[in-house]
């Protein structure tokens, strides 16, 4: 091996050291006052879930290290090509994110704890700056039952667009608009598993707010949300209890989920206010719904079909019905190479129509999926989604490829084009931003 | 003599498989069809019983300029009777890729039933087989070099009698019976004692020489199954190979359907 090499190496070694050390310590000691920023708004579940942490973690020699420890840490650029449409909206923006990973398991691999902090330090925006516990819990598998009690992530759903049925987790939505970064959910989940399928009980004490943008977020609705302005129809808050009920199975081709949802509406009615500076701002408002939810998949040969659709009582004053399907087509090995083409269409309808508190009341999805099969995993997402009804569109692309064995590069753009002032996108006209992020994986 | 009517039982037997029409014929009569569906019934039996298998496998990449990267994956196998096998293979390294863990249900005729689990979104994602031809994980083996061989996926032609490096082994040619594969025939070395492929040539839809695989460090398992310990995969084409390091292979684990469904997918390790 050449000296350079040898000297990489090391340093390479030296560097995993260094990020033992670190990470062994940055749950509980560095995330400190995030935890007990957080712990405030849970109560009480969260202050016991937080000694748990510290109990574990801290547990003097034996279980900590008979874990295995992964994770990344990652830098962010975003470029806002365009000057904000409110002025104290910020420029470009550097931010950092960690997210370690702690598993440890025993009795035969049948039970295990999982622990996963998270911490974003941004620039321009205290919003984006946080921590969360992505998970805590403990896992316990038998036969035909698992049993997960503490802070974890569910997810359910087949579609690319949006993401319907999934409803366990709050959305952390100041991470990114795509809805697919999740905040931890206190939960017990009971899965039992028999011939005909599994059913998937859960009891979730503890919600969490969805995230934000502050003032000086980007990208943004506008007005700006305001969350210290948040309403519950339970008088319980964040205290309310939600329960939940799943049934997933597959016959043949066919993937399927029935689920039901009882509690508070993860995502939240807007309601435009004016708060005590007499300015203009939207209130979240999470109401108790009631929601049924189908997702379905048939993988037949080159082509997924793909269906979500909800039926939800209790936000608002209607019940209403909305829906997600379309299909993957995928181009195997592209004029005799190894790549794959995937070409995505998916309609997304809300019954609600333009009134709906979501970007997505009757649109079309395009998109094309271009996986290189290469030995660095490069890929690129681009999706298109149009309004049916006042042609605003949103363009999203992100694409990624691994540079050597532990680094990771991606870039990530959104663009809004033809934003209508009635609509939701609108707030988004101004904030097409371009994302480059590198991560380091240990 | 005593031992003549063993002998002459182990060549029928598996002839006897493919229907009373077969019986009348004597092993020198067998077409080279016949007997390369023979030999390859033969490799299947001698390879049945293990029940379940589990092994770590690290896998060598070098493009053309000799550049490597690796991939750390474990994978558990669970023979099914009458069907092919269930495997889970779960990613270790490269580190990005940690946690995703790879489920397929393969079947000897109609295709195979495979889910992906991306630990990042929790996503169990039902994924279409008909990608047998598209690199695993960026390496020189397709998905279909590395699934479970059913007899019933090939048709076969026995070639000739021949020494491999001082072994004798049967040349046969096989002929994908799937649909989607990148291949139009193999011609497999397949060694006499072991009846284990000890180098197989991979010929792409134009006929041209595409890939070489020579398997190697054979080691016996619980008396009777043959595991290779490296595999290295040269494509022709473009200069790039793989090599496979197997190791820790363990039998008779005790694995069931349960650690094969898309719940154990999700909480794979």
Sequence with gaps: ?442 | MQKLPNSSLKRILPITLFGLSLLPLTANAESAEEKGLAIAIKADQLDTGWGDQTADLKMVLRNRHGQESTREIRSRTLEVEGDGDKSLSIFDDPRDVKGTAFLSFTHATKPDDQWLYLPALKRVKRISSNNKSGPFMGSEFAYEDITSQEVEKYTYKYLRDEDLDGRPTFVLERYPAYKHSGYTRLVTWLDKEMYQPLKMEFYDRKESLLKTLVSSDYKQYQGKFWRPGKMSMINHQTKKSTDLFWSNYRFKTGLTDRDFDRNSLKRAR
């Design chain 1, 1 to 442: 091996m050449p000296a350079k090499w040898i000297a990489l190496a090391t340093a390479a070694q030296r560097a995993q050291r260094f990020h033992d050390i670190v990470f062994l310590r940055v749950p509980c000691v560095a995330s400190g006052p995030f935890i007990a920023g957080m712990a405030r708004s849970y109560g009480n579940v969260m202050n016991r879930l937080t000694t748990l942490c510290l109990t574990v973690l801290l547990w003097p020699g034996s279980i900590a290290l008979a874990g295995e420890w992964s994770g990344y840490l990652s830098g962010e650029y975003r470029y806002f090509p365009v000057e904000a449409s409110d002025p104290r909206q910020h420029g470009n923006n550097l931010s950092f994110s960690a997210q370690p990973e702690y598993y440890h398991e025993w009795d035969d691999g049948r039970q295990s704890i999982t622990v996963v902090p998270f911490a974003r330090w941004n620039q321009g925006d205290n919003k984006r700056s946080h921590a969360d516990i992505r998970e805590l819990n403990w896992l316990k598998a038998s036969d035909n039952w698992e049993l997960r009690i503490g802070i974890g992530k569910v997810y359910w759903g087949v579609t690319e667009s949006q993401h319907l049925v999934d409803i366990i987790n709050q959305t952390d939505f100041v991470e990114n608009l795509d809805g697919e970064d999740k905040l931890g959910q206190p939960m017990i989940q009971l899965a039992l598993i028999r011939d005909w399928g599994s059913v998937d009980l859960f009891v979730l004490p503890g919600f969490r707010e969805r995230t934000f943008a502050g003032a000086n977020g980007r990208p943004r609705f506008q007005p700006r949300v305001d969350t210290g302005l948040t309403q519950y129809e339970s008088s319980r808050e964040q205290r309310n209890i939600d329960y939940a009920a799943r049934w997933s199975h597959y016959i043949g081709d066919w993937d399927f989920g029935l689920s039901y949802f009882h509690g508070t509406s993860r995502d939240p009615t807007l309601l435009p206010i004016l708060n005590t500076g007499g300015k203009l701002v939207i209130a979240p408002r999470y109401e108790i719904i009631d929601q049924f939810s189908l997702d379905l998949q048939a993988t037949l040969g080159d082509w997924l079909w793909k269906l979500e659709a909800i039926h939800r009582s209790g936000q608002g004053n209607r019940n209403y019905a909305a829906a997600t399907g379309g299909f993957e087509y995928t181009i195997i090995g592209l004029f005799g190479s190894s790549y794959d083409l995937g070409l995505i269409a998916e309609t997304l309808w809300d019954e609600r129509g333009e009134n709906a508190p979501t970007l997505f009341d009757n649109d079309t999805m395009i998109g094309v999926r271009f996986t290189l099969n290469d030995a660095d995993s490069s890929e690129l997402l681009l999706g298109l989604v149009i309004d049916n009804n006042d042609q605003s569109r949103m363009l999203s692309i992100e694409g990624s490829r691994r540079i050597g064995q532990r680094w990771k590069l991606s870039i990530d753009a959104r663009a809004f084009a033809n934003t209508q002032k009635n609509s939701l996108l609108y707030g988004f006209r101004d904030d097409d931003y371009l994302q480059l992020e590198i991560a380091r994986y240990f």
